[in-house]
Nanobody
Framework: QVQLVESGGGLVQPGGSLRLSCAVS????????LNWYRQAPGKQRELVAR?????YYADSVKGRFTISRDNAKNTMYLQMNSLKPEDTAVYYC?????????WGQGTQVTVSS
């Protein structure tokens, strides 16, 4: 059983930066992959970034976003730089282990002037 809690969302101007955090708790020893997803209004949920043995980024965020984890703090991060209005979405933390996958409640990111 894994619990995920996102934080750090908010309103930011285009070109600005924001760092999202995901606190991971519960039985976390078997987690193999951590992901950030996002869902924009009227759009399907999409994978933004993934970290396991390595990292993966969607083409739309590559070079601007960085996914990382701090095992000592049981926390995953998404550093978002050079934000664009198209990045506006609810961002979700996701974890995968041998038996299931788990989701956070989501945090709103709005990029607007």
């Amino acid at each position: 059983q894994v619990q995920l809690v996102e934080s750090g969302g908010g309103l930011v101007q285009p070109g600005g930066s924001l760092r999202l955090s995901c606190a991971v708790s519960g039985i976390i020893f078997s987690i193999s992959t951590l992901n950030w997803y996002r869902q924009a209004p009227g759009k399907q949920r999409e994978l933004v970034a993934r970290i396991s043995g390595g990292t993966y980024y969607a083409d739309s965020v590559k070079g601007r976003f960085t996914i990382s984890r701090d095992n000592a703090k049981n926390t995953m991060y998404l550093q978002m730089n050079s934000l664009k209005p198209e990045d506006t979405a609810v961002y979700y933390c996701n974890a995968v282990d041998y038996r299931d996958q788990y989701w956070g409640q989501g945090t709103q990111v709005t990029v607007s002037s």
